[in-house]
């Protein structure tokens, strides 16, 4: 290998082969910041211009390294012209560059690489499709007017875009990332996207992070902001806000960029969708937090379909303006709150099934009722019997018994007239058997009515030789209590006394067992 540059290399490209051969950073910013942002307008001369043939030269058939030094591309402050193209290389040695602008996309497709870091720079484009890296690719706080390809690309430990933005593409995509596997940890902390975010069927093998994100679709295209379908995490889902404290004037070179913890009561800046959010059939090993604000218009949906995580924590300070669906999904912890939920039937729960409610403040069981019938679908029993179940794996026997009557009443209002007719007389006097209280009541009052009439109404003796005490009180008792023998049966009722004597031995069944049912439960319980 040469150990001079080539022939015809500029006086800034001959300074760069020197730094390369010693892993030494090439620093061509002047200091002022205005001059040097590369997202300004300043103009940058040829004493800061590097073409891209000199970046792929060093980093494909560069010099050897200095004595005791490891080589290494490290350039900050760079006008890197025309393309670079380093699509099917091989890439052995560390890149990392820094407020650099470059006119012309970057290719990297079907290369395989180390760590590649790219912080606060303009890339017109980021073709890296199939890309395989040992180490990280960093996009911190970069700018990408034309879109990033990562299909399939396979990332060895963590990938950042935080505080990146990012353009859409032809077809409506500002990341296009299908297929993609990180084995770490994947972050995009305050990007900010205009097209779709794509990552289907994305293998995350730590965190997959969306604080303080602000994602738009392109309503041309296909109105989804992200489409995240049957991802797995190894982790957790972040779609949530990240405090503004902890980005101020931050200097991290990898773009996570938290200084100081801020304050938990500070200002933060929420998750935004602006469209469709897709996470149908994804598993989030660790949990799925969401807390942002969802704008949602017509059809569009936040689909968490089918999906698997033994947390979802749904806790949006704002009403999502669309649909949620949880159809067939499966959690362990449901943490909640009432408000974050949207109203107007908006709400898909089929064959939705969780393991505990762990609500954030209060969640009355009325609420939670509330919750279940503002489900997008008609009746469906077994979103009741899912709640009943929920309540009294934590003990709430009486909110469990509340659901399940409301469940009754429910499924009332879907019968023919008759059944509804017979489920009102059936909820008035029993409460379909919730409510034995109500039962005791009816009793009371059937004992009452008949006492009255049977102490205006005396009753022959059975036998015409004996003459019992007349006692209407504890005959109208006998009569609503069958099964206790209170020595009321020497008496002979005829005609309407008869009919009346009858109706109490059949209220008496009806109600007394829906009481003594209740009472049973109580001493269970107790």
Known sequence: MAEHAPDGWSGVERRLWEAYRRGEILDLRTGDAETDAPFGDAVWGPERTVRAEALAHLLLAGPRPAPGRV??????????????????????????LHQCRFEQKILVSEASASTMRFVNCLIPRLEASRLTTTGDLHLARCRLPEGIRLTDAKIGTDLLLNQTVVGGDRFGRAVSADGLTVNQDFEAERLVSNGELSIRTARIGGRLSLRGAQLHADRAQNGTCLNAVRVTVGHTLYLTGSA???????????????????????????????????????????????????????????????????????????????????SRARVGNLVDRPQAWPLGRHLGLTGFVYENLRPIGTFTVRQRIAWLEGSSVDFQPESYEQLAAALRRDGADDDAREVLYAKQRRRRRTLPLPARIWGAVQDATVGYGYRPGRAGLWLLLAWALGSLWFATHPLEPLKADERPHWNPVLYTLNQLLPIVDLNQGGWNPGGLAQWISAGLVVIGWLLASTVVTGATRMLQRG
């Open 71 to 96: 080589a290494s591309l490290r350039l900050s402050g760079a006008f890197v012209t025309e393309a670079l193209n380093l699509a099917g290389a091989a890439i052995g040695h560390y890149i990392e």
């Open 244 to 326: 503004d404290g902890g980005w101020t004037g931050s200097r991290g070179y990898y773009g996570s960029g938290y200084g100081e913890v801020p304050p938990p009561d500070g200002p933060i800046t929420p998750f935004r969708a602006f469209g469709q959010v897709r996470l149908s059939d994804s598993r989030f090993d660790g949990a799925c937090l969401i807390s942002g604000e969802f704008h949602l218009e017509g059809d569009d949906e936040l689909s968490l379909r089918r999906i698997h995580t033994p947390e979802l924590r749904f806790s949006c300070d704002f009403r999502p303006t669309g649909t949620v669906s949880l």
